[in-house]
């Protein structure tokens, strides 16, 4: 076990008597993170790389570069941006374009990737 969720996992497991599968290799280790936080599969020098390196921080350093990467906020920015409707442009009968659209595209991605919160306007509203 390396931590509580760990344990708590495998109870549940247990209960369904379902075996767990083994750990991942480093290999895949470093393609789920890099796939899962930037959308992009890693080059084969930061693969050699996470694979030499054998300190016990090892995966944490290579999370904390993928989550300061500017990809991971164009990855995730893209689930908001599809739930906002975004596009360049009107679409179907007059697809006009949008010139200034981007900027709102612009802004989301920064957000990410500055990490700023998300805070609904009602919350807002509370603190004055």
Known sequence: MKNDIDAFILSKLEEKRITPVPPADRITLIRRARSDLTGLVPTAEESAGFVSDTSPDA???VVDQLLASPRYGERWARHWLDLARY??????????????????RDYVIN??????????????????
Not at 87 to 104: C, H, L, M, Q, V
Not at 111 to 128: C, G, L, S
């Open 111 to 128: 957000a990410f990737n500055q990490d700023k919160p998300y805070e609904p306007v009602h919350q807002r509203a509370d603190r004055r």
């Open 59 to 61: 995966f944490v350093k």
């Open 87 to 104: 596009a360049d442009s009107e679409g179907f009968k007059s697809d006009e374009t949008r010139p200034n659209i981007w900027r709102y």
